[in-house]
């Protein structure tokens, strides 16, 4: 079984680094804050896409009441995320500091929809840190707990 970020959270992420890469086209301090945050975030995002995300893929079929053998990979990708989660959220930090450097910068120069672009992508890593990350983390228990109960 083949588990995968699901599409619309791989999609958001493309999204969210296409708009910082038009933000870096603008120049000045806009566009220099916006490269940092571009360089951060892809290789904060390859992470996620690694072994935060794809436990998520199953969240469906679990809700369904669908459990197969292969699934247990995925229990793998969240104690991974378990052991990872104070890195991602120290990068989040730092991330998150950076987009409000952003924000400074694209208000200065005028760029408000940059500026407005900086607070969506500050809830966005709000979002994963209250919803995402706790719910791959609850996937990969479920399928512990159910494969530990299957053994029993």
């Known amino acids: 079984m083949e588990i995968k970020t699901p599409s619309p959270l791989a999609m958001e992420h493309q999204a969210l680094l296409a708009e910082l890469n ?10 220099e804050a916006a490269d940092r945050i571009e ?18 893929g199953l969240l469906q079929e679990l809700a369904s009441g669908h459990l197969e053998a292969g699934m247990m990979a995925a229990a793998y990708l969240a104690e991974t995320l378990e052991k990872e989660l104070p890195n991602l959220l120290a990068e989040h930090r730092m991330i998150t500091a950076a987009l409000e450097e952003l924000m400074a910068a694209a208000s200065r120069e ?7 672009f900086a607070e969506k992508m500050m809830l966005h ?6 919803v995402t990350y ?5 996937v990969g228990r479920y399928l512990k707990m159910c494969d530990k109960n299957k053994s029993a």
């Open 22 to 31: 038009m933000a870096r086209r603008l120049g000045g301090h806009t566009g």
């Open 39 to 56: 360089r951060m975030m892809q290789t904060h995002i390859a992470k996620e896409e690694e072994f935060a995300l794809p436990p998520l």
């Open 110 to 116: 005028g760029h408000q929809q940059v500026a407005f």
């Open 125 to 130: 890593s709000r979002a994963e840190e209250l």
């Open 134 to 138: 706790p719910a791959a983390i609850l």
